[in-house]
């Protein structure tokens, strides 16, 4: 079985393609009829879903992997946990899943990277959903502790009240594009020419 574009995208850290590269890698030996499942890297295959924020896939993958795999390679099952937390929106859990393992050499790359943009996500949530909030909630949304937590919205522009300790979320301003579709100028152009004559 060739993995190589598995592992090119590894190593290039073009971990938004892994899921969509296994799907079809799955697919191909699959359609081939060649039996795959003890050597398929299911927890990789996990964690590609789940770093592209796509839960349902990650859980059908979890329900077509064979009970001794799910038996025989704890890495799968913890990857599986994080998509557990995911999927029951227990945003400080996923942290834990995530610190809960001791990850494999070849995952550990992905599983960094996901914690990285699944703290971003939770801070955008944060953005969009709150005006003030705690530092302790914030710590809990972001998986730190309460002063790396403060640092990290401090560096956003977010404004901390000592006394409190309650953190004012400030709003990123909101950049619309406008588009000039030359049909509605050329419009708009003919309507005002109407107008004045």
Not at 58 to 86: C, H, M, T
Not at 137 to 165: C, H, I
Not at 176 to 193: A, G, I
Request: with cysteine; charged share 25%.
């Amino acid at each position: 079985m060739d993995f190589s574009p598995l592992t090119d995208a590894m190593a290039s850290k073009s971990y938004d393609k892994i899921a969509d590269i296994c799907d079809q890698l799955m697919l191909q030996v699959a359609a081939d009829g060649v039996a795959f499942e003890d050597e398929w890297p299911y927890a990789i295959h996990l964690l590609g879903h789940l770093y592209v924020n796509d839960s349902n896939s990650a859980r059908f993958l979890w329900k077509s992997i064979p009970s001794a795999i799910k038996e025989n390679q704890p890495q799968v099952v913890a990857a599986w946990k994080i998509g557990q937390r995911l999927w029951t929106r227990d945003y400080a859990g996923v942290y834990e899943a995530i610190r809960g393992f001791e990850w494999s050499q070849e995952a550990q790359p992905l599983v960094a990277a996901f914690s990285e943009i699944y703290t971003k996500r939770m801070f955008q949530l944060l953005l969009s959903a709150y005006s003030t909030i705690s530092i302790e909630d914030t710590a809990l949304f972001l998986g730190m502790n309460e002063d790396d937590a403060k640092n990290y919205v401090q560096q956003q522009g977010w404004l901390e009240d000592p006394a409190s300790r309650m953190l004012t979320v400030k709003k990123q301003p909101i950049v619309t594009e406008q588009k000039l579709d030359p049909s509605k100028l050329q419009r708009l152009t003919e309507y005002v020419f109407h107008l004045e004559h």
